[in-house]
Nanobody, 125 residues
Framework: QVQLVESGGGLVQAGGSLRLSCAAS????????MGWFRQAPGKEREFVAT????????YYADFVKGRFTISKDNAKNTGDLQMNSLKPEDTAVYYC??????????????????WGQGTQVTVSS
């Protein structure tokens, strides 16, 4: 089992920045790839970014490319999502997730075995 706890959400004005953190405990986090997903009210959960277990491979949804950066610190058992140039449409609950499915990265939510409880990000216009 891997337990994940997100932090760092909050209210920010459009154009601002937030840094989300995901703290992992339980099994060796370095063995797991990590992803970030988000869910806005009335919408389905969607993929945001993912990083391989070693941190050497990253992949982003088109709508965050150039604005968000995913990172992973296996020594500290943490993963971060740096979000810059935030837009009102980025408002959502953000979830970190972990998998060791054998694929270095994946954008498919059902392939992630472990999920955090989510943290609210609200971007005002």
């Amino acid at each position: 089992q891997v337990q994940l706890v997100e932090s760092g959400g909050g209210l920010v004005q459009a154009g601002g920045s937030l840094r989300l953190s995901c703290a992992a405990s339980g099994r060796t986090f370095s063995n797991y790839a990590m992803g970030w997903f988000r869910q806005a009210p009335g919408k389905e959960r969607e993929f945001v970014a993912t990083i391989s277990w070693s941190g050497s491979i990253t992949y982003y949804a088109d709508f965050v490319k150039g604005r968000f950066t995913i990172s992973k610190d296996n020594a500290k058992n943490t993963g971060d999502l740096q979000m810059n140039s935030l837009k009102p449409e980025d408002t959502a609950v953000y979830y970190c997730a972990a998998h060791n499915s054998g694929r270095p990265i994946t954008t498919i939510a059902r392939q992630y075995a472990y999920w955090g409880q989510g943290t609210q990000v609200t971007v005002s216009s």
